[in-house]
C-alpha cells in the first residue's frame, strides 16, 4: 500500500470570546478575535496541499453557543473545501461542543463524519486499511470513564481511537472523561488522537497517545508553539508522527533578569535584547508579550514607586518592534537589601504590612479590606489596576493586586526615608 499521512488536531475554539483585553486600549483586538479562523484555514490549506487522506478533530471545535450562525458557516465552508479535495473529516465532540445547541443542527458536507453521542462507533475506511472508534460528548461534563465501552482492537485494521479527555488529569484542565494510560493501552489500538488539553504532549509511543494541543493560543497561558500533529501511515503501520505550526500569534511570556541594571538605560537595554530573542524565536508572527521583570536589582524601588513612568517607557520600547505587542508588565524584582529593620516594629505601617501577608482572598474581596488597603489599591498605576480587579476576582487578589499594594507601600516609605 502506498504511504499515506492523516491530521490530527483539536481544541480549535472557533471564534472564541476574547478576554480581559477591553482593558487593553492597544490591543490588536481584531486580529486575535481572527486568529482561530486564520490558523484553521492553514490547517486546511495545508491537508489539501498534503493530500491528507483525512483529517481527525478530538473535541471542542467550538466554544460553546455561538454568538450568531456565522462560526457554523465559517466551519461548513472549510469542509467543503476538504470535500472537493476527496478529504474526509472525522470528529467526536467535546466538554464545550456539547454545551452549544445551535451545531447539533447544523447541515455538513457528506465527507464530515460527526460520531455519536449514544455509544462509541466504530468507522471502517477499507481503502486505506483503518478503522476510527470513537465516541462524542451528549452533555458538556462527563465523569464517567468512556475508554470502558470501546471496543477491542479490530485484527484486521489499523486502529484509531479519539477521545476528548483528560486522562488521569492534567494541570488548568477539568477532570472530563477520566482514564488511564493502562485504560487507553488495554484497547490493543495503534494510535489514540486525544482532545481537551491545549498543551502539546506525546503521551507514549508503544502505543501513540497523542494531545495535539490547540492550533491557537488564545490568552497569555497558552504561550509558544501551536499546530497539529501529521501522521505517516505505511505499510499497515504509522512509520512517523510530528508537529505542525499552525498559529498565526504566538503568545509569550519574557523574564527579563535586571540584576545589576543601575540605569534606566541598563533596563532599557537588557529588554530591548529579551525582545529580540523572543522575536527571533516567534518565528515571524505577531508576538503577544507579557514582561516579566526579575531579579536583585537596583531599581526595584524606583520601579515600584513610579511604575507609571515605567511602563509608559517600557510600552515605548515594546512599539519600536514591527508585530510585537505588549499585553501586560509584572514587576517581579526584589531589593538589593532588606527593609527588615524598617519593618520589623510595632509601627502603623508595620501591622498595615502584616495586615495585607494575611488577607485571605477566599473570605474576603477588595470592597472588605482595609480602607487603607483600599485606598492604596487605588493608587497603583492604571496598567495594574486590570479588569479582574473591578470583577473582584480572588484569584487576581491573591497573585497579583496584593503583591503590587506591599511593593508600591515599602517603594514609597523608601522614598519618604530619603527626603
Given at each position: ?12 475554539h ?16 481584531e ?96 481503502d ?16 464517567d470513564?468512556m ?60 502505543p ?42 504566538r503568545?509569550?511570556i ?101 495586615t ?64
Amino acid at each position: 500500500m502506498i504511504p499515506f499521512k492523516f491530521i490530527h488536531t483539536a481544541d480549535i475554539h472557533l471564534d472564541s470570546p476574547l478576554k480581559g483585553l477591553e482593558a487593553h486600549t492597544d490591543a490588536p483586538v481584531e486580529e486575535i478575535r481572527a486568529a482561530c479562523r486564520r490558523a484553521f484555514i492553514k490547517l486546511v490549506d495545508f491537508a489539501i496541499t498534503e493530500q491528507i487522506h483525512f483529517l481527525l478533530i478530538a473535541g471542542d471545535l467550538y466554544d460553546g453557543n455561538w454568538k450568531d450562525y456565522h462560526t457554523g458557516l465559517f466551519f461548513a465552508k472549510q469542509m467543503g473545501r476538504l470535500n472537493g479535495a476527496g478529504i474526509k473529516v472525522f470528529i467526536v465532540s467535546g466538554n464545550h461542543d456539547a454545551a452549544s445547541q445551535i451545531s447539533k443542527s447544523l447541515p455538513l458536507p457528506d465527507n464530515v463524519t460527526v460520531f455519536s453521542v449514544k455509544k462509541p462507533e466504530s468507522i471502517i475506511l477499507k481503502d486505506s486499511g483503518i478503522v476510527i472508534h470513537g465516541q462524542s460528548y451528549a452533555t458538556r461534563i462527563i465523569t464517567d470513564n468512556m475508554v470502558k465501552k470501546y471496543p477491542e482492537r479490530d485484527e484486521n485494521y489499523l486502529n484509531i481511537g479519539m477521545l476528548h479527555t483528560s486522562l488521569n488529569g492534567r494541570v488548568g484542565h477539568e477532570s472530563y472523561a477520566p482514564c488511564s494510560i493502562d485504560d487507553l493501552k488495554s484497547k490493543g489500538y495503534h494510535y489514540w488522537a486525544l482532545g481537551h488539553v491545549h498543551q502539546r504532549e506525546l503521551v507514549t509511543e508503544h502505543p501513540w497517545i497523542v494531545f495535539p494541543g490547540n492550533i491557537q493560543g488564545r490568552h497569555c497561558k497558552e504561550t509558544g508553539a501551536k499546530g497539529a500533529t501529521l501522521v505517516t501511515v505505511d505499510d499497515g503501520d504509522i512509520s512517523k508522527v510530528e508537529h505542525v505550526d499552525f498559529d498565526v500569534l504566538r503568545w509569550a511570556i519574557c523574564q527579563v533578569d535586571l540584576s545589576g541594571c543601575n540605569t534606566a538605560a541598563d533596563v532599557q537595554k537588557q529588554v530591548k535584547t529579551a525582545i529580540e530573542q523572543e522575536e527571533a524565536d516567534g518565528d515571524n508572527k505577531t508576538l503577544a508579550l507579557r514582561l516579566i521583570l526579575t531579579g536583585s536589582c537596583p531599581l526595584h524601588n524606583d520601579l515600584h514607586a513610579r511604575t507609571q513612568e515605567w511602563l509608559e517607557d517600557l510600552h515605548s520600547i515594546v512599539a519600536g518592534f514591527q508585530g510585537v505587542w505588549l499585553e501586560t508588565v509584572k514587576i517581579r524584582t526584589r531589593p538589593e537589601i532588606t527593609l527588615n529593620e524598617l519593618l520589623k516594629d510595632d509601627s502603623p505601617v508595620s501591622s498595615l504590612l502584616h495586615t495585607i501577608d494575611e488577607v485571605n482572598p477566599d473570605e474576603h474581596d477588595i470592597s472588605t479590606l482595609l480602607p487603607e488597603l483600599a485606598d492604596l489599591a487605588n493608587k497603583l498605576p492604571p496598567a495594574l489596576q486590570n479588569i479582574a480587579l473591578l470583577q473582584n476576582s480572588r484569584t487576581y487578589l491573591a497573585e497579583e493586586l496584593l503583591p503590587d499594594v506591599r511593593e508600591l507601600l515599602v517603594a514609597r516609605l523608601v522614598a519618604r526615608g530619603k527626603e
